[in-house]
Each structure stands twice: as structure tokens, then as C-alpha cells.
């Protein structure tokens, strides 16, 4: 009932020919329909233009790392979600862990955003998730709930048809460390609750809620065998097509 879907993370790698190349390979060699698997390539924001160019008209979408919540305004070096919609963005990443961590990014900044993004008609991947010492310390959920409401405070769920979530534990982003399917699913059905208390069933129902830590093409099938796992951000093993198409087909065949 829902389509899963597989977004590559590229963060600040590769340069432009690269990265023009690398999403040449993946619109080509793509060998699951967009009904069976949503795919999305998030370049850095100098590659957006190059990259939408390489993959108009085509299955795969675009996507962008982080937008800013004003339309426009003296913000030097940020960029509006407007922008990103005005280079064919369809997808927006918000609230990543590199951001909270690096740009002390807070839960009303992201909420601030997120309201951005769904205003704009982009489609927001929310990014929650524990720290080691939080899970070590046995406040998972706190930690995710505070995230949730801190990011969705005073959204309805008729604006929130766009949002997706993507839960990342911090320990297992770029460390090689997966959380276990079994340890996923339970947060993600946790989350998938908690967003039933807030907007009822249908809309829980509906709700992507990708994995988001480490995932690689031998560990995606066991994690979207998972009934709440839709799918995977994916962050180091999106930077190489074939790779990246095996995590696809991988999402895919675990739903099977
Ligand atoms: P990783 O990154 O796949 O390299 O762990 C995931 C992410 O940061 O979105």
C-alpha cells in the first residue's frame, strides 16, 4: 500500500562531472519502475541545476540536503525552499543529524522548515534519531518524540501529506554500524503511533518512514522485509550507481 523509497545522500562529495555522471548511471541502469520503488538523489546545492538537467524526464527525482524557512531576506549562505523548487527539487532533506550536530540546528528551526518546505509543495524527509549515549541511556523514544513534536508543532495532517520521515540513529550514520531490522522497525512502528494519536489512522497509514544509518545493498533486503521500513536514505553507499541500484532493487525485493 505504500511505495517504498530510496534517496541517496550525497552530502558534500563528488565534483561536478561526478556528480553528472553518477546520476547519468542511475537514470539509465535503473531497473525498477517508479511503482515499485520511488528513487531520489540529493547533489550538493552547486550540482542541483547540472543534476536536474541529466535527469529530466526521467524516474529519478531530485531532492536537496536543506532549505531555509524564509521565502527570501538577507540570509548569506543559506538558500530559500522557493530555490529549490525553481531548479526542479522535489524533495527536501531536513533536520539531517550533521545539521542538528554541526549547525546546532534546533527541533524550531526544523519545525520551522519543514513548514517551509510542505508550503513550497516539496516533499520533506524529516531526520530524527538517538545519539549512542541516548539509546545507551534508554531514551530512544523521548528523544524521537521530542524531535516529532518539536518539528511537526502545529502542522495538520492534511499539510503533512508530503512528509516523510526518515529515522537515523546517530551511532549507525558513516559508522558502519546498522541498527538490527528488528531494532528499526520497533522505532519506526513507535513512530508510525505516535503519528496515529496525532492524525488518525489513514494518515499514519500512509506515512513513509525510510531507515536511515549504514545501509548498504547486503543489508537493505532484511531491513524493507519490516513491515514499517519503507525504504532508506542513504548516505555513503549512494555515491556509486551500482551500489546504489542494488539497495533499490534490494528495497524492493524485501517488500516482497
Ligand atoms: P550513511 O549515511 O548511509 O553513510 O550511514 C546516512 C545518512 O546520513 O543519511
Known amino acids: 500500500m505504500r511505495?517504498?523509497?530510496?534517496?541517496?545522500?550525497?552530502?558534500?562529495?563528488?565534483?561536478?562531472?561526478?556528480?553528472?555522471?553518477?546520476?547519468?548511471?542511475?537514470?539509465?541502469?535503473?531497473?525498477?519502475?517508479?511503482?515499485?520503488?520511488?528513487?531520489?538523489?540529493?547533489?550538493?546545492?552547486?550540482?542541483?541545476?547540472?543534476?536536474?538537467?541529466?535527469?529530466a524526464g526521467g524516474p529519478v527525482a531530485l531532492g536537496a540536503q536543506d532549505g531555509h524557512w524564509a521565502p527570501q531576506g538577507a540570509y548569506t549562505g543559506w538558500v530559500s525552499m522557493q530555490m529549490l523548487v525553481d531548479v526542479g527539487c522535489r524533495y527536501v532533506i531536513i533536520g539531517h543529524s550533521e545539521r542538528r550536530q554541526f549547525a546546532q540546528e534546533t527541533d524550531t528551526d526544523i519545525g520551522k522548515k519543514v513548514k517551509a518546505g510542505l508550503g513550497q509543495g516539496l516533499a520533506v524527509i524529516l531526520c530524527v534519531g538517538e545519539t549512542g549515549p541516548e539509546r545507551d541511556g534508554g531514551i530512544t523514544y523521548d528523544v524521537v518524540m521530542r524531535q516529532l513534536s518539536g518539528a511537526l508543532e502545529g502542522l495538520s495532517g492534511a499539510e503533512c501529506d508530503n512528509l516523510i520521515i526518515a529515522y537515523e540513529p546517530v551511532w549507525a550514520i558513516g559508522t558502519g554500524?546498522?541498527?538490527?531490522?528488528?531494532?528499526?522497525?520497533?522505532?519506526?512502528?513507535?513512530?508510525?503511533?505516535?503519528?496515529?494519536?496525532?492524525?488518525?489512522?489513514?494518515?499514519?497509514?500512509k506515512l513513509i518512514i525510510l531507515y536511515g544509518g549504514s545501509v548498504k545493498p547486503d543489508n537493505m533486503r532484511t531491513l524493507a522485509a519490516m513491515h514499517d521500513i519503507d525504504g532508506a536514505l542513504v548516505g555513503g553507499a549512494s555515491l556509486g550507481a551500482q551500489g546504489f541500484l542494488e539497495i533499490v532493487r534490494q528495497a524492493d525485493a524485501g517488500k516482497r
Open 3 to 55: 511505495t517504498p523509497l530510496v534517496v541517496g545522500n550525497w552530502k558534500m562529495h563528488l565534483s561536478r562531472d561526478e556528480a553528472g555522471a553518477l546520476a547519468g548511471e542511475i537514470r539509465n541502469k535503473l531497473d525498477i519502475s517508479p511503482d515499485q520503488v520511488g528513487v531520489a538523489v540529493c547533489p550538493p546545492f552547486p550540482y542541483l541545476s547540472a543534476v536536474h538537467a541529466v535527469l
Open 177 to 205: 554500524k546498522t541498527a538490527t531490522p528488528a531494532m528499526a522497525q520497533e522505532v519506526h512502528s513507535f513512530i508510525r503511533s505516535w503519528m496515529e494519536k496525532r492524525w488518525g489512522f489513514g494518515a499514519a497509514q
